[in-house]
C-alpha cells in the first residue's frame, strides 16, 4: 500500500514536468540516478564477481580469473589522471575482443544473409513485383548512400529514388514511434488509475 | 607507451576473429574464456561509473554549488542501495527488490512516458508537407499511424492492407540497404581498430 | 489574428490535456475495439505453437522499467503460451535493471498457468555483455550461468539439466527493446543457426522486415499492439488489450493534430500572415 503511494507520488513528481521544472522534478531525477547506479553495482556483485571470480578463486583454486580481476582492477586506474595509461590495457582489451567478434557477426548477418535474400528469383504475380521493388529500393537507397561519386546522371536518378524508399521507411518508422511512446503513457496511467486511485478493475 | 596497449587490440581482436571459424572444442573453449574476461572487466568498468559519479556530486556537495541537495539524494541513494543490495540481495522479495518495484521502475517508465507529450506537441509543430519528400513522409506516417491501430479498419477496411504493403515492399527495400551499410560500416571499423589505424578509443596521450 | 494564426500559437500544455484526455477517457469508459491480428504475430504464435511438449526454449527478456509498458506485457504472454504448450523455458536477461522485472513476468505467467520453478522454468538472472553471452552460450551456457539467479547450480534444475547449448534448445525467443535483437540474429542464429522468434519495441519494430524476409526470424511482435494481439491470439485479457482503446484514439488524436497544423499553416500563408519569424518546430513554448 505504502509502495503504490510512494510509486504515484514519483510518477506525479516526473509529470509535473510538463507544467515547467520544478523541484520535485528534479528530485525525482536525481533519485533515479542514484538509486539505478546502485542497483546496477549490487547486481554486477551478484551476477559477474561472485560467480565468475570469487567462487572459481576460493572454492575451484583458478588461477586464471586473477588475469580479468587485475585488468579490471586496472580500470579503476583511470579514475586519477595519472592512471589513464593503465587503464588503457583494459580497453585496450575490451575493445579488440569486441572489434573481433563484430566482424564475423556483421559480415554473415547483415551483409551475407540480407543480399542472399535480395538476389533470390522473382515468384511469379503480385509477389514477383513487390520483389522487383524491393530490389529497385535495395540499390537504389544504396546508391544515395554512396557518397564517392557526385549524385549526377543515372546515379542521381537512382539516389533521387532511393530518397521516396527511405521517406516511406521513415514515415513508418514515424507512426510506430508515436505508437510505443503512447504506449509507454497508457501504462503509467493505467498504474494511476487502477492501482493507485482504485478506478479501473483488477 | 601506446604500442603495447595496440599489441593487446590487435593480438585478443584477430584472435576472437579467428576462434570463430574454429569448431574445434578447444578452439572455443579459449575463446569462450576470452570473452568471459570481458564480463569481469566490464563489472569494473561500471564501478568505474559510479566512482566518477559519486565524485561529481560530492564535488558539488562540497561546494554548495546550486541544487546540492539534490546531489545529496543521489549520494544517499547510490550509497544505500548498493550496500543494501550487496548484503541484502537483489531478487524479489529482498529490500532492494522492493526498492526496485517502488522507485526505479515508475521513475524509469514515467520519464520515457513524458515522450508521448513531447512527440504530439513536435508532430503538431514540426511535421509539415514542404516538399514531395516530406509530404511522403507525412502521409505514410498518418496511414501508419491509423492504419494499425483497432480504428484502423472501421475507417477504411483497406487501410491494414495498405500497412502491410508499405512495410514488407519500401520499408523493407530502406532498411535492408540501411542494415547492408551498417554492416559495411561497422566492418570496416572494426578492422582499423584490429590494425591499429583508429585509436581515438585510446584517448589522447 | 485569423484562426490559423491562433492554431498555429496554441499553448502546449493544450495539446498536453489533450493526449492525456486521449489517454484516461479510454481507460475509464473502454468501448473494446476488435484487435486484427497482423501475420507477423500470427507467425512468432505459429513457430511456438509448433514446438512439441517438452521442449527447451531459451527466453531473453532484454529490457529495462523505462519500456516495461511494451514488453512486459508481451513476456507475460509469451509465457503463457509456452507454459500451456508444456514447453520448457530457460530464461535470462542481459540488462541489469531487467533482472526484476524478469523474474516478475516469470511469476506471474507461471502463477496464472500453474507452472513451477525449476520444473517448468529456469531462471539464470542477468549477465553483462551481449554478444560475449550468445557466443559463450553456443558452446557452453555453464561457462556464462554457473548457477541460477538463486545460486543453485545448472545441473541440479531439472529444466537445464543435460542443456548446455543452443543445439539442445528448440528455440530462441528474443523480447528487446534495444540493439540486442541485432546481436541474437548474429550470434544465436546467424552463427549457431538457433530457430529465432522476436518480440521487440514498437520503435524496432519497422527495422525487423528484411529479417523476416530472409527467414533470419521466424516471427515479429513489435511493441504493446503485438502484445495485445499476442494476448488475443491466447485468448487472456491483459494490461496490452486493457490499452488498446487508448492507443487508437491518441493515434487519431496526433493524426488531427498533424492535419490541421498543416491546413493551418496553409491558410495563414495564404493570407499572407506574418508567422512570427519563430520556426515552426519551436518546442519551448
Not at chain 1, 551478484?46 to 572459481?56: E, K, S
Not at chain 2, 477504411?156 to 515492399?169: K, N
Not at chain 2, 561497422?186 to 590494425?195: D, F, G, N, Q, R
Not at chain 3, 530472409?214 to 490499452?243: F, N, P, W
Request: with cysteine.
Amino acid at each position: 500500500m505504502i509502495e503504490t503511494w510512494i510509486a504515484a507520488f514519483l510518477t506525479l513528481c516526473v509529470f509535473s514536468f510538463l507544467y515547467r521544472e520544478n523541484p520535485f522534478y528534479r528530485f525525482a531525477e536525481h533519485l533515479f540516478v542514484g538509486s539505478a547506479a546502485g542497483y546496477l553495482l549490487a547486481v554486477q556483485w551478484h551476477n559477474v564477481l561472485i560467480p565468475n571470480v570469487w567462487t572459481p578463486l576460493t572454492r575451484g583454486g583458478d588461477l586464471v580469473v586473477l588475469i580479468p580481476l587485475a585488468l579490471g582492477l586496472m580500470m579503476l586506474a583511470r579514475i586519477w589522471s595519472k592512471g589513464a595509461g593503465i587503464a588503457r590495457w583494459s580497453i585496450a582489451f575490451y575493445v579488440g575482443v569486441y572489434s573481433g567478434v563484430a566482424i564475423p557477426g556483421y559480415m554473415q548477418a547483415q551483409i551475407f544473409a540480407q543480399l542472399a535474400d535480395a538476389a533470390k528469383p522473382w515468384p511469379p504475380g503480385a509477389a514477383g513485383v513487390n520483389a522487383a521493388l524491393v530490389f529497385i529500393g535495395l540499390i537504389t537507397v544504396l546508391a544515395y548512400f554512396f557518397f564517392s561519386l557526385p549524385h549526377r546522371g543515372i546515379h542521381g536518378v537512382g539516389a533521387r529514388i532511393g530518397i521516396y524508399f527511405l521517406m516511406v521507411a521513415f514515415g513508418a518508422s514515424f507512426g510506430y514511434t508515436v505508437m510505443a511512446r503512447v504506449s509507454l503513457l497508457i501504462s503509467r496511467v493505467q498504474f494511476l488509475l487502477r492501482d493507485w486511485l482504485h478506478l479501473l478493475p483488477s | 607507451m601506446r604500442r603495447g596497449p595496440l599489441l593487446v587490440t590487435f593480438l585478443s581482436g584477430a584472435a576472437v576473429a579467428a576462434l570463430f571459424f574454429i569448431p574445434h572444442h578447444q578452439a572455443q573453449a579459449v575463446n569462450n574464456k576470452l570473452l568471459e574476461w570481458t564480463l569481469v572487466v566490464y563489472a569494473f568498468a561500471l564501478i568505474l561509473g559510479s566512482m566518477s559519479l559519486w565524485n561529481s556530486h560530492a564535488r558539488k556537495l562540497n561546494a554548495r554549488a546550486e541544487g546540492w541537495p539534490f546531489s545529496l539524494v543521489t549520494l544517499v541513494s547510490l550509497v544505500g542501495i548498493t550496500a543494501l543490495g550487496i548484503w541484502k540481495g537483489v531478487g524479489e522479495g529482498s529490500p532492494v527488490g522492493r526498492i526496485y518495484n517502488t522507485v526505479n521502475s515508475p521513475l524509469a517508465s514515467t520519464m520515457f512516458a513524458l515522450l508521448a507529450f513531447v512527440i504530439a506537441s513536435a508532430a503538431f509543430r514540426a511535421f509539415r508537407a514542404r516538399s514531395v519528400e516530406a509530404t511522403l513522409l507525412l502521409i505514410t506516417a498518418i496511414v501508419m499511424m491509423i492504419g494499425r491501430v483497432s480504428i484502423g479498419p472501421l475507417i477504411s477496411p483497406h487501410l491494414p492492407g495498405v500497412t502491410e504493403w508499405l512495410l514488407d515492399v519500401p520499408n523493407l527495400a530502406a532498411k535492408r540497404a540501411i542494415a547492408v551499410g551498417v554492416g559495411l560500416g561497422a566492418v570496416s571499423t572494426a578492422l582499423k581498430i584490429i590494425l591499429g589505424i583508429e585509436r581515438s578509443y585510446l584517448g589522447r596521450s | 489574428m485569423t484562426w490559423a494564426r491562433k492554431v498555429l500559437s496554441i499553448d502546449r500544455r493544450i495539446i498536453f490535456l489533450l493526449v492525456a484526455a486521449g489517454v484516461a477517457l479510454p481507460l475509464l469508459r473502454p468501448v473494446n475495439l476488435p484487435i486484427t491480428v497482423t501475420p507477423r504475430v500470427q507467425a512468432a504464435f505459429d513457430a511456438i505453437d509448433a514446438l512439441p511438449a517438452g521442449s527447451k526454449v531459451l527466453l531473453s527478456m532484454d529490457y529495462e522499467p523505462d519500456i516495461m509498458a511494451e514488453l512486459f506485457p508481451m513476456s507475460v504472454a509469451v509465457l503463457r503460451h509456452c507454459f500451456r504448450k508444456h514447453l520448457q523455458v530457460i530464461a535470462m536477461t542481459l540488462y541489469p535493471a531487467g533482472t526484476g522485472l524478469g523474474e516478475r513476468a516469470l511469476r506471474t505467467a507461471a502463477k496464472a498457468e500453474g507452472a513451477v520453478l525449476n520444473k517448468d522454468y529456469a531462471w539464470l538472472g542477468y549477465k553483462s555483455g551481449f554478444q560475449v553471452v550468445m557466443i559463450g552460450i553456443g558452446e557452453n551456457l555453464r561457462g556464462m550461468y554457473p548457477v541460477d539467479f538463486y545460486g543453485t547450480p545448472l545441473d541440479s534444475i531439472p529444466v537445464t539439466r543435460g542443456v548446455n547449448a543452443y543445439r539442445q534448445m528448440a528455440m530462441v525467443i528474443n523480447l528487446s527493446g534495444s540493439s540486442a535483437t541485432d546481436y541474437w540474429i548474429q550470434f544465436a542464429q546467424g552463427r549457431f543457426h538457433a530457430p529465432l522468434v522476436v518480440g521487440c519495441t514498437a520503435v524496432m519494430a519497422t527495422d525487423y522486415y528484411p529479417y523476416l524476409s530472409s527467414k533470419q526470424i521466424l516471427g515479429l511482435v513489435g511493441g504493446m499492439k503485438g502484445a495485445a494481439e499476442y494476448e488475443r491470439l491466447i485468448d487472456t485479457v491483459g494490461d496490452a488489450r486493457r490499452g488498446m482503446d487508448a492507443q487508437s484514439l491518441v493515434h487519431l488524436i496526433v493524426a488531427l493534430l498533424v492535419i490541421l497544423g498543416n491546413v493551418a499553416l496553409f491558410v495563414a500563408r495564404r493570407a499572407g500572415e506574418d508567422l512570427g519569424g519563430r520556426p515552426a518546430g519551436s518546442m519551448t513554448r
